[in-house]
């Protein structure tokens, strides 16, 4: 019976992601804790987050409905997420006083 070593068990999107980029794409356990952490934040109301990818999550991207007061504060936690460079874009939501904020946030590879 043979063994397969690590590169051969590497999945093909890893591994051209480690051959152009120089760091695999694949978004870790711990930065998952650390949205659902974030979206369970007193002022913060999760309005939905898509995954891509199986068996390894490779892209996220999701939308957060946010009370003004702590809107900066989320944006920062967004911002230093676990290894993950998320894009994160605001939208108020209320035409003269915001009601809420709309933060949208997504990795590189999320649309």
Known sequence: ?????????????????DDMLIK?????KAALKQLVKIARSKGV????????????IEAIHGV???????????????????RVPLKVEG????IINPELIELRFSTPGGQ
């Open 45 to 56: 109301t999760l309005e939905g987050w898509w995954t891509h990818g199986k068996p390894a």
């Open 24 to 28: 695999p794409s694949e978004v870790s």
């Open 91 to 94: 939208f108020p939501i209320g």
């Open 1 to 17: 019976m043979q063994t397969m070593d690590a590169a051969a068990v590497t999945r093909g999107s890893a591994q051209m992601s």
């Open 64 to 82: 957060l409905h946010v009370k003004p007061e702590v809107a900066g504060e989320i944006f920062r936690q967004l911002l230093t997420v676990d």
